[in-house]
């Protein structure tokens, strides 16, 4: 089973980041078989970013993702980029801060920058918001897994700020658990 | 013209790290198309880790790297896993403090360690001597793209200590530079 995941949003977001740290998370300390990459230059287009994590059972050949089961938009530009290659029963989450999504009914909408804002008092955690939404949704990696990858890729004096965000993301991302996940994760 | 390199060293001297700043420089700095990528998970044995950095003057669809152009290796056991992917022509960068590469004749060694511990004083920094030398042995990458790329990817207080690395490694590199470096990178 492979399982591909995009992350994506503006410059400056962590995106890039927090695609290392849940890559790691699976890889590391999960044992899982994990690939992760991002591109850059005139071929990624102006301020977007993103990072294809692949999940796998077996090594994996190919590492970019071409049809994603889940995608994460932290950027409505990223989102109207990327929307296009999430497969039919992928699951869908976004910034409902930023991210108008349209008409889809199965868009799982989480407010990550004014979690990261209000409740966190740490808008550049938006990032650790989005990571632990996804370990809450999914299941696909464990909070604890986030927690040990977070604090081997992060500056000390921010673990509080972002642990703090992680485990707000995980709990919001719990409750709504479920929601369009169990198709393309099972 | 694609150029294939690829950083490895063992868990902690911030290879990954190293090659997203690469990877930045190049693409975002300099305007070229770069994908960067790396493995995890039982597939990435060991403490060895590894990444990929693809530089080419079209999109890159496939972003790992399969016969390298530059190899560059900060441990043993990385260099001994990753020297038989290296092209006949092309250019080996090794840190001398810790790798001993054989018989082979064409290499460039340099004290990547001790150049940070004992000129820098800044044993954390040695991923940024490594990629001074590149920038100054290549001329693959500017040093002032590495410098822009590397402020937005590390916390300000190590600044200076990071830069001092990126410097010190350029000029050590850039005593070297030509030296079985024209085959595959003209």
Known sequence: MRTECR????????IILAGIILAEAAGIYEGK????AQDYGPAA???SSKTDV??????????KCSRLDVLVALSQ?????????????GLLIVDSSI????????VNRFPMTEIARDQVSSPMSVNMVALGIIAGVTGMVKLK???QSMFGR???????????ALIAGFKIGKGKKGRRSANCLK
Do not use: M, W
């Open 7 to 14: 992350l994506c949003g503006s410059g400056g977001q962590g």
């Open 33 to 36: 078989e994990v690939a992760q």
């Open 45 to 47: 287009r102006g301020d």
């Open 54 to 63: 692949v999940i796998s059972d077996e090594p994996i050949d190919y590492p």
């Open 77 to 89: 530009r990223a989102f109207d980029e990327n929307n296009r290659y999430l497969k039919e029963d």
């Open 99 to 106: 991210v108008t999504p349209g008409k889809e009914e199965d």
């Open 145 to 147: 897994s986030l927690k």
């Open 154 to 164: 992060i500056p000390a004096h921010t673990r509080n700020a972002n642990l703090a």
